[in-house]
C-alpha cells in the first residue's frame, strides 16, 4: 500500500517563500517519477510540477517556471517542492502523486498517477 504524506504548507506574504516535503513509503521510490498538483477553489486540480525516478529530469508548468523547483533525495523517500516568488495566484491545496509504472516518465496529466497524498493547504496573502 502507498502512502504519500505532504508537509510545509501554511500561510505566506505574496514574493515570500515556502518547502513542501512529501515523504513515501509501500513503494520503491526510485523506481517511479513523482508530480505536485495543486487545486484552488473552486478549480480543476493542475499540474505543477513533475522530476523522473533519478532526478535527472523535471518539468514545469509555465506558471511556476523559474520560480518554483522540484527534487527528490531517494535516501529518504522524498520529494520537495521549492516554492518562491510566491503569489496569491498561487493559493491551492498542494498534492503529490506517484507515476503508476515504474520507470515511467512523469506526466502532466492525473491519469498518470495512481497514487495521491491528503494535500496540504498553501496561502499567499498580497
Known amino acids: 500500500q502507498v502512502q504519500l504524506v505532504e508537509s510545509g504548507g501554511g500561510l505566506v506574504q505574496a514574493g515570500g517563500s515556502l518547502r513542501l516535503s512529501c515523504a513515501a513509503s509501500?513503494?520503491?521510490?526510485?523506481?517511479?517519477?513523482m508530480g505536485w498538483f495543486r487545486q484552488a477553489p473552486g478549480k480543476e486540480r493542475e499540474f505543477v510540477a513533475g522530476?523522473?525516478?533519478?532526478?535527472?529530469?523535471?518539468y514545469y508548468a509555465d506558471s511556476v517556471k523559474g520560480r518554483f523547483t522540484i527534487s527528490r533525495d531517494n535516501a529518504k523517500n522524498t520529494v520537495y517542492l521549492q516554492m518562491n516568488g510566491l503569489k496569491p495566484e498561487d493559493t491551492a491545496v498542494y498534492y503529490c502523486?506517484?507515476?503508476?509504472?515504474?520507470?515511467?516518465?512523469?506526466?502532466?496529466?492525473?491519469?498518470?498517477?495512481?497514487?495521491w497524498g491528503q494535500g496540504t493547504q498553501v496561502t499567499v496573502s498580497s
Open positions: 509501500g513503494r520503491t521510490f526510485s523506481m517511479y517519477s
Open positions: 522530476i523522473s525516478w533519478s532526478g535527472g529530469r523535471t
Open positions: 502523486a506517484t507515476v503508476s509504472k515504474i520507470y515511467y516518465s512523469p506526466r502532466t496529466k492525473e491519469d498518470g498517477y495512481d497514487a
